[in-house]
């Protein structure tokens, strides 16, 4: 059995399709580089502050996303607990709790190949 490489291109680079979006809503955003792109967007209740990041080895576009949320420290075991059950429900994607910034976080990566 022969396996077959096939090789794509793209035409357009993932980041600048997010670029576009972020231009297209009037959302504040910076490139860090041809790779990556930091986005901030108002929301009703807090701020939320994504970044995308190509990785063109594996053809994957990761995402995260920090709130303007501070969990205190005293209130960091019963928020990771909270995060645990949140985890096990979703199908894609998972909620990080930064413990040193006391920062809830949104992580997920897209899979792009081909």
Known sequence: MELLELEFSREIHPVDVIE??????????????????????????????????????????????????????????????????INEQMLFGHFDLWEQEGAIMFRQSLLLAG
């Open 20 to 85: 576009q979006v972020a231009h297209n809503n009037d959302w504040s955003f910076e490139r860090a580089g041809d790779d990556e792109i930091s986005i901030s967007v108002a929301g009703s209740w807090t701020d939320y502050h994504v970044s995308f990041s190509w990785m063109e080895d594996y053809e994957a576009l990761h995402l995260a996303c920090a709130f303007d949320i501070k969990v205190p420290e005293a209130r960091a075991l019963e928020v990771m607990r909270l995060l645990s059950l």
